[in-house]
């Protein structure tokens, strides 16, 4: 079962409503979609091809290649499809894999038992050829299989991602109810922003934003962070188109760039986790912290980006507090920010009509479950103000 160089459905997955700009990175990379969903993207392509995906794609969260699919009315049937299928070739019997999956199946009460019958059907199938037991368990970071089984039709997949591409590896401390970076990228990503001109991030946090920001404004890929992938463990591997591709990342990337990113926060442990963060990121050198009111925050005279991810009550803060900081926020955009295009991320929309201002665009995100818009203020001269409920 020669994978590396078989062309077959890939698909990428990525959190619900992220599927525009993972389209937009993967268009970019000179693929071309099959599909668009709410939560990936389908094309086709080999092993090979999900080597420069896993390393570049900002958004996405897992890339699976499908290695064949099937009717399974119940679990009898799906282990004898799969005892069928050439493992042997795919993980070394000295190994090690995982099992993971998305099951809607009337047979199956929890996923859990979906996945052993997966195992079985593996480690079964290696014994019988090699005459020994590969290891499996629940970590991810060595050989993965996915299951998606919905009614009686699956299809069983190579996660070629391992741990998911969504945590971009960078950010060793997570400080408080941090925004995931796949998810920060996207946002980003949303805002049409030019790569450059100014980047402001008043109440940044852990300063997710701002290093994402700086990751692309410099062409820094994900990839740059990490060195383990669940492609790497496929019997097959090259790791020199690995490394060829890592190469490109870093020929690519640049060092300096030629405007301010801004990233304040009231608290100093914050600034001092974000600081941390982009020192891991190696972005410490292009983004300047400071401690002080988000109001206070110094704005670049040039045009830009000025965003926002405020508490909105759903974990953090209170709501009398909430409204007064959504209202202050508000006024600064209108008064300090003229010339530059406003956001504002919350999954609040009663605290977002505190903020008076009338917004150009609502961009629809989920924050885990929680439905979320980011707000687009166009913040010129004499910006109209919403009149007050």
Not at 77 to 91: G, R
Not at 198 to 211: D, E, R
Not at 240 to 247: G, H, I, L, N, P
Not at 335 to 351: E, I, S
């Amino acid at each position: 079962m020669e994978v590396f160089h078989t062309e077959s459905k890939i698909i990428i997955t990525c959190n619900k409503r992220l599927s525009p700009y993972l389209q937009q990175e993967v268009e970019e990379l000179g693929f071309k979609p099959v599909r668009v969903f709410s939560t990936g993207v389908e094309l086709l392509g080999t092993v090979t091809d999900t080597i420069p995906l896993n390393v570049n794609l900002r958004c996405a969260s897992q890339i699976l290649y499908s290695l064949q699919s099937f009717k399974a009315a119940d679990p009898q049937e799906l282990y004898d499809n799969l005892v069928k299928i050439e493992w042997e070739k795919l993980i070394d019997f000295s190994g090690y894999f995982s099992v993971t999956s998305n099951v809607n199946n009337e047979h199956i009460l929890t996923p859990l038992f979906a996945n052993v019958k997966v195992k079985d059907a593996i480690v079964d199938r290696i014994k019988s050829v090699k005459d020994i037991r590969p290891n499996s368990g629940p970590e991810s970071n060595k050989t993965v299989i996915h299951l998606y089984w919905q009614d009686d039709r699956a299809e069983i997949f190579l996660d070629t991602s391992g741990e998911t591409l969504a945590k971009h590896s960078y950010r060793k401390l997570p400080g408080k109810a941090p925004m995931l970076e796949a998810l920060a990228a996207g946002t980003i990503m949303a805002t049409r922003w030019d790569r450059k001109s100014s980047f402001v991030n008043p109440m940044c946090g852990s300063g997710t934003l701002a290093i994402e920001a700086a990751l692309l404004a410099t062409d820094k890929s994900p990839g740059l962070f990490r060195m383990n992938y669940g492609f790497m463990h496929v019997i097959g591997y090259d790791e020199q188109v690995f490394f060829v591709e890592r190469r490109k990342l870093k020929d690519k990337s640049k060092k300096e760039i030629g405007f301010k990113i801004v990233a304040t926060d009231i608290s100093d442990d914050a600034i001092d986790i974000a600081q941390k963060n982009a020192r891991t990121a190696g972005v410490e050198h292009l983004i300047d912290f400071a401690v002080c009111d988000f109001a206070d925050t110094n704005v670049p005279e040039d045009a830009g980006i000025v965003m926002f991810n405020p508490e909105y009550g759903e974990r953090l803060g209170t709501h009398t507090k909430l409204e007064i900081t959504y209202k202050r926020i508000g006024d600064f955009l209108k008064q300090q920010c003229k010339g530059y295009r406003g956001y504002v991320f919350t999954g609040n929309p009663d605290l977002a009509k505190k903020i008076g201002l009338r917004a150009s665009r609502k961009i629809e995100f989920y924050n885990g479950k929680l439905d979320c818009r980011l707000f687009e203020y166009e913040l010129y001269e004499g910006t109209k103000r919403e009149p007050q409920e």
